[in-house]
T-cell receptor
Framework: AQKITQTQPGMFVQEKEAVTLDCTYD???????LFWYKQPSSGEMIFLIY??????QNATEGRYSLNFQKARKSANLVISASQLGDSAMYFC??????????????FGSGTQLTVLP | DTEVTQTPKHLVMGMTNKKSLKCEQH?????MYWYKQKAKKPPELMFV???????INESVPSRFSPECPNSSLLNLHLHALQPEDSALYLC?????????????FGSGTRLTVV
């Protein structure tokens, strides 16, 4: 079964508007972390935002916020006031397991976001 | 500027060549990773080093050989590669690999095997 599901292969948004990128996850661990990364065409994976499983508040970082609904196992990324430079591939990822162990980051299939002028 | 430095940025090699990819970080991270990424796909984990010891090898063919000379450096030695090995190779590091540690990625090496 997929651990991370991103159901939107491609999304379009008008410049200056907000957009939500969907992510659902599957885990039986109590302790886990959820991450969003942006990958422009240049290839670098840029960390955007993190949400811990025990965090009660939704994470925010500038124009990025994470809509965390633990019971629904969803961690959607909201980008406000989209800019042309936001056009990129966006990956949702999860890391499970206890602290002190090198556990892998599991990625979703990604959403290609295009911001229209 | 990325805090994880990968060299070279681009590499073209023949199937009989031997080459190495290099990765360096100075953030004091104790876990380092190699990923392979094909176009429009998520990164696939290849190897994990934790405290300079190989802790995860995701059934990668032996033509890829990782090496961690010290806590700041990670190499990937390439030998007798196939054209299907052409991809973006990403290096990453994290504090310890626990669930709340984020991976910091380098900008990658675009490898073409001819």
């Amino acid at each position: 079964a997929q651990k991370i599901t991103q159901t939107q292969p491609g999304m379009f948004v008008q410049e200056k508007e907000a957009v939500t990128l969907d992510c659902t996850y599957d885990t039986s661990d109590q302790s886990y972390g959820l991450f969003w990364y942006k990958q422009p065409s240049s290839g670098e994976m840029i960390f955007l935002i993190y949400q811990g499983s025990y965090d009660e508040q939704n994470a925010t970082e500038g124009r990025y916020s994470l809509n965390f609904q633990k019971a629904r196992k969803s961690a959607n990324l909201v980008i406000s006031a989209s800019q042309l430079g936001d056009s990129a591939m966006y990956f949702c990822a999860m890391r499970e397991g206890p602290s002190g162990s090198a556990r892998q980051l599991t990625f979703g299939s990604g959403t290609q976001l295009t911001v229209l002028p | 500027d990325t805090e994880v430095t990968q060299t070279p940025k681009h590499l073209v090699m023949g199937m009989t060549n031997k080459k190495s990819l290099k990765c360096e970080q100075h953030m004091g991270h104790r876990a380092m990773y190699w990923y392979k990424q094909k176009a429009k796909k998520p990164p696939e984990l290849m190897f994990v080093y934790s405290y300079e010891k190989l802790s995860i090898n995701e059934s990668v063919p032996s033509r890829f050989s990782p090496e961690c000379p010290n806590s700041s450096l990670l190499n990937l030695h390439l030998h007798a590669l196939q054209p299907e090995d052409s991809a973006l190779y990403l290096c990453a590091s994290s504090q310890e690999g626990g669930p709340h540690s984020k991976n910091t990625f380098g900008s990658g090496t675009r490898l073409t095997v001819v």
